[in-house]
């Protein structure tokens, strides 16, 4: 290494202090101008009201009916909002006031109301259709190929787990998970549309019978489209609890769904021929799914969307995948 020595700083001439001289780039008007704070450009539209789905969708159906033009938006929030001219805010007010006078807004989180629904029939159809041609003897075999069987499931055989679903004892087992069926997901439907909900409750339920499978190793066979059905009551209630406000029920109140869907699971779930532990694994599976759904979509609802025929063709895909290993 070598060392440099230090020079002495060398003295410099005293230089004359520059002073910065403003420049002129345009022209005296351009000047002015950019001197001059922008305006603030006035807002043309206004925010009327904001709500759930299906609020926004009748309040903007009142205003269509009166030939009142304005703009639908959905906040990152989660509600949806409806804008309109300054010039139609005062009249379009009025038609909403008088609509909801008429018809009073329910609450945030009604309770779910016990009406016929048609969304659980496609769902409902897979069981149906395919324990008729099990009793129809159209093809023989069909029950001893579908059926979960703990020995040949755990020797590779996993897609017993999903046909199993489809099949039945008899016509009372039969009847008896299409009418629960209906009921639990006629709820559900009230809440969210069945398509973003039941093709994980389908495969819920088969892991469900893949951990009875798996829990009992034994010479043990099981078949129904309850392991489904207790599913999505695990389901149902997770979604009322995540629902539930604090605010005004307090945190025990909270639990309520939970506890009253734990009650029901045991009181239909225990049978002379139930199926207990298919049961159990397919609520607990279902309490996990509860959660699948966003809370903003729960609470404020969401429109049937194009992309919902993606999910109900995978809800059909996962059994025609099933019985197509079976043969």
Request: a neutral charge; proline letters at 7%; aromatic letters at 10%.
């Amino acid at each position: 290494m070598v060392k440099r020595r230090p020079t002495e700083p060398q003295p410099t001439p005293e230089a004359e202090p520059i002073t910065a001289q403003p420049t002129s780039t345009g022209t005296a008007a351009e000047q002015t101008t950019a001197a001059q704070p922008e305006e603030e450009v006035e807002p043309t539209e206004i925010r009327i009201s904001e709500g759930g789905y299906k609020q926004i969708r009748d309040e903007s159906l009142v205003l269509l009916s009166q030939g009142i033009s304005h703009r639908l938006e959905h906040s990152p929030d989660g509600p949806f909002q409806i804008f309109v001219e300054l010039d139609d805010q005062k009249r379009a007010r009025f038609q909403i006031r008088l609509y909801h006078r008429e018809n009073p807004p329910r609450e945030v989180n009604a309770p779910l109301p016990l009406k016929a629904s048609f969304q659980p029939i496609w769902v409902l159809l897979v069981p149906a259709a395919v324990t008729l041609v099990q009793f129809s003897g159209i093809i023989p075999g069909i029950e001893s190929e579908g059926l979960s069987d703990a020995d040949k499931v755990m020797n590779g055989q996993w897609w017993r787990c999903i046909t199993a679903l489809t099949l039945h004892g008899d016509s009372r087992h039969l009847g008896g998970n299409l009418l629960t069926g209906y009921l639990v997901l006629s709820m559900m439907s009230y809440r969210i549309s069945l398509a973003k909900v039941v093709p994980f409750l389908a495969v819920s339920s088969a892991l469900a019978n893949f951990c009875v499978a798996a829990t009992v190793h034994t010479d043990f066979r099981s078949l129904g489209f309850s392991t489904f059905v207790f599913a999505a009551i695990g389901a149902l209630s997770v979604m009322e609890f995540r629902l539930m406000p604090k605010e005004s029920h307090g945190l025990l109140r909270r639990f309520a769904p939970l506890c009253g869907a734990a009650s029901l699971a045991t009181f239909v779930g225990i049978g002379e021929h139930a199926d207990i532990l298919a049961h159990l694994y397919g609520f607990i599976a279902g309490l996990l799914c509860g959660f699948i759904p966003s809370k903003k979509s729960l609470r404020w609802g969401a429109p049937v969307a194009a992309s919902d025929i993606f999910w109900v063709i995978a809800y059909y895909a996962i059994f025609i995948i099933g019985w197509a290993f079976a043969h």
